[in-house]
């Protein structure tokens, strides 16, 4: 990594006040982020990975500023983000995108295909009428599907294609950095590995990079360029790929290493023997 | 595999008439379970495999369902049997765990009084008989202080502990089959290696058969004595954990396992992966299901191949591929370690 890093959050904190709310109780507040400092290079793949209620869902929201951090800075191309207005943080937004885990939930289910990957390009004002449909179809061809789709509505895909369109709408403003909160972990086996491959590809051709979440050490070690684990709010270890995997220093990551079934029968039963995790 | 099975399924169908059309979820499928056996159904969403799991359990039947072959657990037809004696099946000798234990459990009752109910429905104890029954039932499936966390309620407990709970009540009238479906899929890594564990002690320690549903063929190596793999309704290849792993015959098995990312092994530079998608059941391919997906797809997969063994040496390893087998071994494109 050379130069200034395309994103670079440091000490960045949310913390939840259980005093809010009808049913709030008071005492401490909940630390999901706290004090996370990451580098994202131009067209790298930053892996996150944690389990659930480690607080990686609220990072991508807070560097997004779908929540407001409680602490720390984040930096997109050198520029304060969290400094800014919700006005003047909408053209950054064209940059800086989003795909969800679960891509039923994230599509509208009353807008077209058409309408649903057009729309952040009539937000951004980047094109319109004839534009905005070869646009679009041209999109919708590079995920995979094909411009027929237009007019098609979200229920009428199956799981792995409604990612596609989200994949495609992610990519309609041509971004620079995307951050992936578990892209593939509601698709079936046979799909995973489709998205997946989907995903590196268009990166090697765009130089886009990923802030890639998941909770599973298997993708996320075959995506990334570095991994950084995440663990109660914190990161306790980041490192390039093959360091993280082959010699993690934490216990944590030492733990979520070992808890990965091994698809060979009879690895897993030495592992047993042995009285590893599984015995 | 000695003596009779516990759990015999042949030749079983279940179709659901939807608005569109007629369904075939299952069809016709063979599968057996010996006792003190774990048989793991493989399968991604819509092949069948959880249909197959209610099926078993009677909890299919509807007006809209129709369900043909046979079903004998310790020589009684459950498909056959009437809605009353299944009831007593049910949990006395089949017990049954799902994929989210918040749903399962009742969110307003003590964990060990829901135990202790349905020790109560099906036997004649006291309270406080059934009660230390309960106690022991949740510290034999891992649960710290039982005694105490016996008065806790449910959202009191970690998805793995409420997952515990579960199996605890799974287990309390001592049933000889348990079907667990999805049990680790809404669980975290390090606790679902934990539940992985729990039920092969189980297995092991007691002698409870187990039929373990799962779309992750990775987790399967952990803890499965056999393995079926179903695709679109159909079982494709059934055989030994060590013969589907190390001997695949059907290319759908290939494509499944050939998408694992193993972190034992040096990355890829990209993952295999299996073309298009899985067909709508409305209307399958004629013939093999996986036809249009596969990669060695010639004339005679217009007809649906039998669930056979087609090697010599293994009598057991069933599979529904044309393909020759020596053929397959040829064209087999995932590195397996046969010897």
Redesign the interface.
């Known amino acids: 990594m050379s130069g200034e890093p395309l994103l670079e959050v440091r000490g960045l904190a949310k913390h939840f006040d259980p005093g809010a709310g009808l049913f709030g109780r008071g005492g401490e507040p909940v630390r999901a982020v706290d004090g996370v400092d990451l580098r994202v290079a131009t067209g790298e793949t930053l892996g996150l990975v944690g389990e659930s209620g480690s607080g990686k869902s609220t990072l991508c929201r807070a560097i997004l500023r779908l929540v407001e951090p409680t602490a720390g800075s984040v930096r997109f191309e050198g520029q304060e983000l969290t400094e800014l207005s919700q006005r003047r943080l909408r053209p950054l937004r064209r940059h800086v995108q989003m795909i969800f885990q679960n891509p039923s939930a994230s599509l509208n289910p009353r807008k077209r295909v058409g309408d649903i990957v057009g729309a952040p390009l009539k937000l951004h004002g980047l094109a319109s009428g004839a534009e905005l449909h070869r646009r679009v179809g041209e999109l919708l061809g590079r995920v995979g599907l094909s411009p027929e789709h237009l007019g098609r509505y979200p229920h009428e895909f199956s799981g792995g294609q409604r990612q596609r369109i989200g994949i495609a709408r992610a990519l309609a403003t041509e971004p620079k950095l995307i951050l992936a909160d578990e892209p593939v972990s509601a698709l079936d086996v046979s799909i995973r590995a489709q998205i997946v491959n989907l995903l590196q590809d268009i990166q090697d051709e765009m130089g886009i990079a990923y802030l890639f979440v998941a909770h599973d050490i298997g993708i996320v070690r075959h995506v990334s360029d570095r991994i950084a684990v995440m663990h109660r709010g914190r990161i306790v270890e980041q490192g390039q790929t093959d360091q993280v995997c082959e010699q993690p220093r934490d216990p944590y990551t030492q733990e979520l290493l070992a808890a990965v079934p091994v698809p060979d029968p009879r690895e897993a039963r030495a592992r047993r023997s042995t009285g590893g995790v599984g015995g | 595999m000695s003596g009779a099975p516990l759990l015999e399924v042949r030749e079983l169908a279940v179709s659901f008439n939807t608005e569109e059309g007629s369904v075939r979820a299952v069809d016709r499928l063979d599968l057996d379970v010996a006792p003190g056996e774990v048989l793991a159904v493989v399968g991604?969403?819509g092949s069948g495999k959880s249909v197959t799991a209610l099926t078993l359990m009677g909890l299919s039947r509807g007006p809209n369902t129709r369900i043909s072959g046979s079903v004998r657990f310790d020589g009684i037809d459950l498909i056959a049997a009437r809605d009353e004696e299944l009831r007593r099946i049910r949990g006395e000798r089949i017990a049954m765990v799902f994929q989210d234990p918040m749903t399962s459990l009742d969110p307003v009752y003590r964990v060990g009084d829901q135990i202790v109910e349905q020790i109560r429905a099906h036997r004649e104890t006291s309270r406080e008989e059934a009660r230390s029954r309960a106690i022991e039932l949740l510290d034999a499936v891992g649960i710290p202080d039982a005694a105490s966390r016996a008065d806790a309620y449910p959202h009191q407990f970690s998805?793995g502990m409420r997952q515990r709970v579960m199996i605890a009540m799974a287990l309390s009238l001592d049933p000889s089959l348990l079907i667990a479906d999805e049990p680790t899929t809404a669980l975290?890594?390090?606790v679902?290696?934990?539940i992985?564990?729990l039920l092969?002690e189980l297995n092991r320690a007691r002698g409870l058969s187990v039929v373990l549903i799962t779309?992750?063929?990775?987790?399967?190596?952990?803890v499965a004595d056999r393995v079926a793999v179903m695709y679109a309704g159909r079982v494709v290849e059934q055989g030994t954990?060590?013969e589907v792993?190390?001997d695949p015959q059907h290319p759908y098995t290939w494509?499944?396992?050939g998408?694992?990312?193993?972190?034992?092994r040096p990355?890829?530079e990209?993952?295999?992966?299996?073309?298009g998608?899985?067909p709508s059941l409305l209307s399958p391919p004629q013939g093999c299901h996986f036809r249009p997906r596969c990669a060695h797809e010639f004339e005679r997969c217009a007809q649906v191949p039998d669930l056979e063994a087609r090697l010599a040496e293994a009598p057991g390893h069933l599979d529904r591929c044309w393909l020759d087998p020596v053929e397959k071994r040829e064209r087999r494109p995932i590195e397996v370690?046969g010897s």
Do not use: K
């Open positions: 991604e969403s998805g975290d890594v390090t679902q290696a934990q992985v564990a092969r779309h992750d063929i990775g987790l399967v190596a952990e954990l060590d792993f190390y494509g499944l396992l998408s694992l990312t193993r972190i034992d990355r890829p990209r993952l295999p992966q299996i073309p998608a899985p370690d």
